[in-house]
């Protein structure tokens, strides 16, 4: 019985601190101009599986990259 006492009393003491008053969330810096990536920039991943292999390879390119080696990017992408 007095196992079950101390338990309770620890639960308790260790619930205390959750149930204190919430601080207040820090308030958002001001969003300062944001930066574009320009298109030439973007970068456009492929995952490539190998025969013989469980694990994929991520190949990620620019655009003209992918033109170069002959890989038509979607235009919608």
Known sequence: MKTIAIATVAS????????ATP???PTPAP????????AAATRYCYNTEM??????KRMCK???DWQKLGVK???AL
């Not at 308790?12 to 149930?19: G, V, W």
């Not at 025969?51 to 994929?56: F, L, V």
Request: charged share 15%; hydrophobic share 50%; aromatic share 0%.
């Open 12 to 19: 308790i003491i260790a619930i205390l601190p959750a149930a």
């Open 23 to 25: 601080k207040a969330a």
């Open 31 to 38: 969003a300062t101009a944001t930066t574009e990536v320009p």
């Open 51 to 56: 025969t013989g292999s469980r694990i994929t």
């Open 62 to 64: 620019t655009r003209a």
């Open 73 to 75: 990017v979607p235009e």
